[in-house]
């Protein structure tokens, strides 16, 4: 808990640092009525807190990570996809145009963004949704959905995903096979 109170002081401070163009939030006239020395201790307190930041950001990065891969290795049949989206095409200027495929991991539970297509003019996006039987591909409020067992998520699935006007493209998934725990005999 006690963690939790330093890093939200923390977070605080480089919020408040995060609006002005002087350390630690000091306004122009604050920094203006420093002295040298005032403002050198400011700069160093700033670089402190920076620095902070920094690791805090790291820590949290290496925590998702471990459990994240926690969650993997907890997961049963059929929980853990990986999926391919190929055949990619998006609705632009009146007309169907050829996109990147794409790939990606998802767990029952998991909630994630795909970035298809993004340039000055066009920003097709796709939130995809794994309750742990129904995958759900959406942009916006067109969605298509992909519905299996475990069993058959293991076999993998093919479905034409359709939005209208949007996005069409083929997803396949299949259920990550989890390889058995080997142990050795010392």
């Known amino acids: 808990m006690k963690v939790l109170s330093s890093l939200s002081i923390l977070f605080s401070a480089l919020a408040i640092s995060a609006c002005s163009t002087y350390p630690m939030g000091l306004s122009e006239s604050e920094w203006n009525a420093l002295t040298p020395e005032q403002r050198q201790q400011a700069v160093q307190q700033q670089a402190e807190l920076d620095d902070k930041y920094r690791i805090a950001q790291q820590e949290a990065e290496i925590r998702e990570q471990e459990e994240r891969a926690q969650q993997k290795a907890d997961s049963n049949p059929g929980e853990w996809l990986q999926c391919t989206l ?6 632009r200027g009146f007309e169907w145009k050829q996109a990147q495929d794409d790939a990606f991991e998802i767990l029952a539970g998991d909630k994630l963004q795909l970035n298809i297509e993004k340039d000055d003019f ?11 039987q129904i995958i759900e591909l959406c942009h916006f409020n067109k969605c298509d959905r992909v519905t299996g067992t475990s069993k058959q998520y293991q076999a993998g699935i093919d479905k034409q995903i359709v939005l209208e006007k949007t996005y069409q493209g083929v997803l396949h998934c299949d259920a990550v096979k989890r390889q058995p725990m080997v142990y050795k005999v010392l």
């Open 86 to 91: 190929t055949e990619n095409r998006i609705y």
């Open 122 to 132: 066009v920003d097709v996006s796709l939130n995809v949704t794994f309750d742990g």
